[in-house]
């Protein structure tokens, strides 16, 4: 008559199989058996592929679970994460002069536009220079201030933004240039 182990001794630290004059034991899932058939190890799920989060994979007994940097929402999928907004949902320091612009991770507050003599502002990102000033005769007419966001990662070279003149003032001209911000020489024109 056959001896059932597992339930006599059970030799096994997690699940007993009997079989017929002997025993096996086997591991839940997210852990292995060690060498001696009996004992049963924490596998570490992290160690055998990169891709199992999106950031940072943190292993835990019989099983792992993924972490986002700050800034960040792990999605339902439990491995990607989202860039909290926090201009969206209003968790933001900036004054009320100043505007709230969302960046991967964090959020920056922008201080308002200011016109610089002879300019005087039109609007909250428009500083005009009027045509009866002597000093405005070899100025721009407008100046139109953007803010927008460039993700990093991105291929190059690429378009960032394109601005096209129009014909509406007859005997007008226009220069395009990169006034500052290129010292290092990373954007061109074309």
Same mark, same amino acid.
Request: charged share 20%; glycine share 6%; with cysteine.
């Given at each position: 008559?056959?001896v059932n !182990?597992?339930? #006599?001794?059970?030799?096994?630290t997690?699940?007993?199989?009997?079989?017929?004059g002997?025993?096996?034991c *086997?591991?839940?899932p997210?852990?292995?058996l060690?060498a /001696?058939g009996?004992?049963?190890?924490d596998?570490?799920e992290c #160690?055998f592929?990169e891709?199992?989060?999106q950031?940072e994979?943190?292993?835990? @007994?019989?099983?792992?679970?993924?972490i986002? @940097?700050?800034g960040?929402n792990?999605? /339902?999928? #439990?491995r990607?994460?989202?860039?909290?907004?926090?201009?969206e949902? *209003?968790n933001?320091?900036?004054?009320?002069?100043?505007?709230?612009?969302?960046?991967p991770? !964090? %959020?920056?507050c922008? /201080?308002?536009v200011?016109c610089?003599?002879? %300019?005087i502002q039109i609007? !909250?990102n *428009?500083?005009?220079? @009027?045509?009866?000033?002597?000093?405005?005769?070899?100025? @721009?007419?407008t100046?139109?201030?953007?803010v927008m966001?460039m993700?990093?990662?991105?291929?190059?070279?690429? /378009?960032?933004f394109?601005?096209?003149a129009t014909?509406?003032?007859p005997g007008?001209y226009?220069?395009f240039?990169?006034k500052s911000?290129?010292?290092?020489r990373?954007f %061109?024109? *074309?």
């Amino acid at each position: 008559t056959d001896v059932n !182990e597992c339930t #006599s001794e059970n030799p096994c630290t997690q699940t007993c199989v009997n079989t017929y004059g002997s025993f096996l034991c *086997r591991c839940e899932p997210g852990y292995e058996l060690e060498a /001696d058939g009996v004992n049963c190890s924490d596998m570490d799920e992290c #160690s055998f592929s990169e891709f199992l989060c999106q950031h940072e994979c943190v292993n835990a @007994p019989g099983s792992y679970y993924c972490i986002c @940097p700050s800034g960040y929402n792990l999605l /339902d999928d #439990s491995r990607s994460c989202q860039d909290i907004n926090e201009c969206e949902i *209003r968790n933001f320091t900036c004054t009320p002069q100043q505007t709230c612009f969302n960046i991967p991770g !964090e %959020y920056k507050c922008l /201080d308002p536009v200011r016109c610089e003599e002879p %300019y005087i502002q039109i609007n !909250e990102n *428009r500083c005009m220079c @009027p045509a009866e000033n002597a000093g405005c005769r070899d100025q @721009p007419f407008t100046i139109l201030y953007r803010v927008m966001d460039m993700v990093s990662g991105r291929s190059v070279p690429s /378009d960032i933004f394109q601005m096209q003149a129009t014909t509406r003032y007859p005997g007008a001209y226009y220069i395009f240039q990169i006034k500052s911000g290129n010292e290092g020489r990373e954007f %061109y024109m *074309r």
